[in-house]
């Protein structure tokens, strides 16, 4: 199964999930009397729609590079990535507001305190264990297909794990005198929500913006050139993130007595070490190369 193939299985997997959620916890969220439940049950809806989004910017990002776009449109899975941010934050500011509401009149104006049923705990405990799944399957595939759209999904779908968790905990306390207990562990979900769509969006913003790679990565390009017979130093070295890919630009010193032929030989074998150790991550490698000349030391004279 290559990476499109995972990438999509996963998107469709937990579009599936989400649909079935989102119907099971607003109704029981409704009719259970669960200001908490029903919360989660809005942000399932809300995730049906932006994996619809995600489907659509996965669609086109499979495409092959063509003149406008010599490195293909793999940018568009970090595109991707940033709308599913967004309606994370977007959620999160609206349970939020709902629930604190809620917290309010319960407070200002006298809630009813009614007893949320039975069946309200057994979708919280069906929505934590399917989540739990979700989790470590988008995470699973994350790790091989270096998506950053299933990450972003990947960190969703923990979102409604804690969100699940909340809801347990909200009506367990609703039973035991603590009703306004159950919409403030809506605004704490939400608070939590809101900040993982901010990291979401940050993190996949600095590969737009062609952040330099992390460091482990820049210092294994350097050891596997300097590994490399012929390789005097290297003057220059450019990491760039592209999607999941990254371009390699780089430039080295060689012996200025050699030929043009063993120059590009050289070249040739750092690109082909780069492409052996990330058969998959390379998306360009360009290794220019110049004669290294010693500098002239300065005459005490002059």
Not at 116 to 121: A, K, R
Request: hydrophobic share 45%.
């Amino acid at each position: 199964m290559d990476r499109d193939q995972r990438s999509t299985r996963t998107i469709n997997l937990g579009l599936f999930a989400n649909i079935l959620l989102s119907a099971l916890k607003t109704i029981a969220g409704i009719f259970g009397h669960s200001p908490a439940l029903l919360a989660d049950g809005i942000n399932s809806c809300s995730d049906v729609a932006y994996y619809v989004v995600v489907k659509i910017f996965m669609h086109h990002a499979r495409k092959p590079a063509d003149p406008e776009h010599p490195y293909g449109h793999r940018q568009l899975e970090s595109i991707a990535a940033i709308v599913v941010g967004a309606f994370i934050i977007t959620t999160g500011i609206a349970i939020f507001w709902e629930s604190i509401n809620k917290v309010y009149d319960f407070f200002q104006i006298g809630g009813e305190d009614w007893q949320s049923s039975d069946f309200v705990i057994y979708i919280a405990i069906f929505t934590f264990v399917l989540k739990i799944f979700l989790f470590y399957f988008t995470r699973l595939n994350c790790r091989k297909t270096q998506n950053p759209t299933l990450k972003a999904l990947q960190n969703d779908h923990l979102n409604d794990i804690m969100a699940a968790l909340a809801v347990l905990i909200g009506v367990l306390l609703r039973r035991v005198g603590y009703a306004w207990m159950d919409p403030a562990a809506g605004a704490l979900v939400a608070i939590y929500i809101f900040k993982t769509g901010i990291g979401i969006v940050v993190e996949t913003a600095s590969d737009l913006m062609a952040a330099f790679p992390d460091d482990k990565f820049k210092h294994t390009v350097y050891a596997i050139a300097l590994d490399v017979p012929g390789v005097r130093r290297i003057d220059d070295l450019g990491l760039h993130r592209f999607g999941p890919y990254y371009n390699v630009i780089m430039t080295i010193a060689v012996d200025g007595r050699i030929s043009v032929d063993d120059g590009h030989g050289i070249a040739d074998e750092i690109e082909h070490k780069l492409r052996d150790r990330y058969p998959e991550g390379l998306r360009q490698v360009h290794v220019h190369y110049h004669p290294d000349v010693p500098q002239k030391k300065e005459s005490p004279d002059a």
